[in-house]
T-cell receptor, first 111, second 114 residues
Framework: SQTIHQWPATLVQPVGSPLSLECTVE??????LYWYRQAAGRGLQLLFY??????ISSEVPQNLSASRPQDRQFILSSKKLLLSDSGFYLC??????????FGSGTQLSVL | AQSVTQLGSHVSVSEGALVLLRCNYS??????LFWYVQYPNQGLQLLLK??????LVKGINGFEAEFKKSETSFHLTKPSAHMSDAAEYFC????????????FGTGTRLQVFP
């Protein structure tokens, strides 16, 4: 069966510090991978999606970047965090045209 | 452009009462609509989805939703609330026909009182 792992569960970082959130999927190959963010009082916003190794599409301009160094690994990064980067980040995977499977999320607080 | 509006950020019901969570959408193409649930300290799970066909969709845990094109609505209901239904519920719509690119509403937190 397929599983998705996302870590850490919570993270508190100072403004201006770097960020690296990691997501891995097991039990499937060549998944579509996604990073979503849920900011306080707002819906989930699609940040990045990837259909293959090294292929990243950005949905909104922001202070974040994503990378996919391996088929089942998706990393969300920032060189310098902003206060507005605080939120709940969700990694997800799917096969094309099928439902999304979400990780358990990372609560990021930038202070 | 697609968008979703969830009316009511918080809904409280008594155990055994009807649950009604409202969702209205805007879409320039025939929409695919979804309800996801997020239990405390867990990721999102798909409750149900509407793509084509029957407008009344049944999901897990006794939930169902009806697609009403004339009202641009996709409200989520359950006849009798259970304490375990307490969670955050998100309505979502696709952008076009790609079911992966979901636009989510702001969520409705459901509280169930004994």
């Amino acid at each position: 069966s397929q599983t998705i792992h996302q870590w850490p569960a919570t993270l508190v970082q100072p403004v201006g510090s770097p960020l690296s959130l990691e997501c891995t999927v097991e039990g499937t190959s060549n998944p579509n991978l996604y990073w979503y963010r849920q900011a306080a009082g707002r819906g989930l916003q699609l940040l990045f999606y990837s259909v293959g190794i090294g292929q990243i599409s950005s949905e909104v301009p922001q202070n974040l970047s994503a990378s996919r160094p391996q088929d089942r690994q998706f990393i969300l990064s920032s060189k310098k965090l902003l206060l507005s980067d605080s939120g709940f980040y969700l990694c997800a995977w799917s096969r094309a045209s099928e439902k999304l499977f979400f990780g358990s999320g990372t609560q990021l607080s930038v202070l | 452009a697609q968008s979703v509006t969830q009316l009511g950020s918080h809904v409280s019901v008594s155990e055994g009462a009807l649950v009604l969570l409202r969702c209205n959408y805007s879409s320039s193409v025939p929409p695919y609509l979804f309800w996801y649930v997020q239990y405390p300290n867990q990721g999102l799970q798909l409750l149900l989805k509407y793509t084509t066909g029957a407008t009344l969709v049944k999901g897990i845990n006794g939930f169902e939703a009806e697609f009403k094109k004339s009202e641009t609505s996709f409200h989520l209901t359950k006849p009798s609330a259970h304490m375990s239904d307490a969670a955050e519920y998100f309505c979502a719509v696709t952008r076009g026909y790609n079911t992966d690119k979901l636009i989510f509403g702001t969520g409705t937190r459901l509280q169930v009182f004994p």
